[in-house]
């Protein structure tokens, strides 16, 4: 057991405080008192720390920012000016002294530039995860575990319902449909960060290599992930194509569009969604989604369980998601577990539905 | 099974109801039989199986999966087929073992005798892959819920029979179809042009109902008052009553036998007809408030005192047969005189004929029609006095026509999540009005809302939630729902004493503060004694 292991007993050590005396929920968002931040605040506070680019994670208007350089660079694509005052960059692996706490940042394997936050104080650490997933992404860092006293993950799909098959099969599904119906144009569902690029390097690994037309939201973070060293291939606007070149085309638009009138320029367009609530048939029927894909940029149930098993915490706190399956299985393997009833985060089972990233 | 569950898929996923028709035609044209017949069956909700029941489901699930995690999956996933499809461990061995044929999988259930079922269930699920769980599961529960209703699976079978039989319509399919049995080859055969139309006519079989269309205010001012018949429209439940050849059955509007929860009514169908008529509760003639009927509804039997409380009556509106000779291409005007002549001499104990009510002009029945607040009357209905009675829902020979909807500010208390195709949305609200200064529950809607808004509300439940209950979150009293309804009785089953009748969500008054909402006194004042 490593140091950091040795658990210590409800903060009865007046020199190692337990972790939830120096972090706390407040109606900011998780603050850490020693260091006098906030990570991923849900309104715009003195300093924040910044796990990754999804909107309901990185928010307009803090005074002082600290992210990865992808990160930054995602926010300062997407917000521009309103992104807030001073903004500084954080190498994964280095340490950063805050006031009284070490900030260290750790590829969390979610999106390009997402980072897990540990953090070290009074002899303790913890591990702020962010969103995370376990499985091979082309377009970003994988999720690395590190050992802590109290890991702090989300519940996106934390129940056993939730099992990503592998993704080149769900790719195949898509290649297989394109096979079956060359002349429909096929358009995928897609989030504008993360889940675009990272089904085109999956559509590009299994030989796909026709262009692929995008909504002209998607564009601005393609051309950002090509900047930073992700291969994407031949990608052309499908707002301006003519509808001739549509016909067999793989379209990619925001869940919101793909439903709405933009979709009708395609040609009888078979209707796709990427995301891990398509595992559940319902969801899937409730959005009118004809081919359902499940891949997934958040752990399934397994990679969330086997996660609690790698960083081997003695105490784990849930974020956001749903809390009541994995707090239970935690408790039900010996590990301390609560809930910490975060708000603010767009997937409480509402993906799709709000327009939310978090899929 | 593979083919049957790669349909189920298809059909969850097809959104277009002429693209479940397509795969439906298209399944029919190929599988062979008996598994076509199987798979019709399974649509149609003609297969059930004593002992796989969803408790039985359930309890096998929690031997292979945590319960306390099942639980919680099953709420959020809101279908117990789906949820045990998708949760059942994987096994690695499972490529070894070759799964079941939908024929092997209905023999071997309809041979199994009791305590055999769920040792089989388990076994092909412990070799089927999710898809072929998710079918399996719906197959044998009997309850798809998968956006085909019996009414469209039969429409596809038209269609399809059509290529062999230009002449047949789905009228034709559902009035053979009760004659028959799954697997159904008989009316595969028919359908492909191989054999005779399968006989119909004798035998306690559901004849197709004939239903009507709302009448709305610009379709009135076209119509010939003089074309029309007008009678109550009561408020009870459409049955058809068959006594043919010494069988007796009571049929719901959509050929559901109910005989077995009504021996007051079956008792006394000592005759050889079919009549069309509305089943109420009655006492000595008088209409008991729905909420009565209500207590004898769904119920496989009934006690001596609920015989009692509640005496069921059939008030007749037509006739189809008399003995063996089919009314049904008469008129209107016709069949009611034999309808009339019949009732005269067999005279039937617990019911009676609606009367008609007559009128030379609308305006005299747009008066008696808000008149009428009584119990057991819905409004009236119009009826073509040249017309047929003609199968399924022909627009233009009937029309119903409500008395307007009572409507009342109520504030959201409760929202509930709802299942099949809303499953994981909040949809079901319960709602309650001022008494004092507390709120009191009056009852519950889950309909009246666009997509549109049920997304919105489903959002505002989430910001607002006070408290959770399973699948229950109690809600901020902060959102008006103008809530419409037929009508309100006294109820004892209710906390606030009041019960309505057909309660939806009218309007959603996002900008009406909670403390304007409506008082019981109000509530109250709408009751009909």
Redesign the interface.
Known sequence: MSAAHQSNQGGSNPSRPHPDRWIKVLPGGLYVEPGGFYIDPVRPVERAVVTHGHSDHARPGNRHVLATPGTLAIMRQRMGAGVGGSLQALDYGETLRIGDVDVRLVPAGHVLGSAQVVLEHAGSRVVVSGDYKRRLDRTCAPFEPVPCDVFVTEATFG?????HPPDLGEVGKLLHSMALFPERSHVVGVYALGKCQRLITLLRAAGYDRPIWLHGALEPLCRLYSDLGVELGDLRPATVAAKEDLKGALVLAPPAAVADRWARRLADPV?AMASGWM????????R?????LVISDHADWDELCRTLEDVGAPEVWVTHG?E??LV??AT?RGIRARALALIGFED???EG??GGEAS | MNRFAALIDALVFMPSRNGKIRLLVEHFATAPDPERGWALAALTGALSFREAKPAAIRELAATRVDPELLALSYDYVGDLAETVALIWPERPERANSLPPSLDEVVEALRAARRGQVMGLVEGWLDTLDSSGRFALLKLITGALRIGVSARLAKTALAEWGRLARPEVSVDDVEEVWHGLTAPYAELFAWLEGRAERPATGAGAGFRPMMLSHPLEEEDRVALDPAAYAAEWKWDGIRVQMVARGGERRLYSRTGDDVSGAFPDIVDHMNFDAVLDGELLVARDGVVAPFNDLQQRLNRKTVTAQMLRDGPAWVRLYDILFDGDEDLRGLSFVERRARLERWYEAVQPRRMDLSPLVPFDRWDELVALREGARENGIEGLMLKRRDSAYLAGRPKGPWFKWKRGALTLDTVMMYAQRGHGKRSSYYSDYTFGVWRGEELVPVGKAYSGFTDAELVELDRWVRNHTTRRYGPVREVEAGLVLEVAFDSVHPSNRHKSGLAMRFPRIHRIRWDKPAHEADRLETLAAMVVE
Not at chain 1, 159 to 163: E, I, Y
Not at chain 1, 279 to 286: C, I, L, Y
Not at chain 1, 288 to 292: H, I, N, S, Y
């Open positions: 129940l056993p319902v939730f099992r209707v595992r559940v048939r319902q969801r899937a029927r409730q009118g989604v004809e081919l359902p749903r009541e399956a239970h299985y039900s409480e089972d509402s539905i709000s």
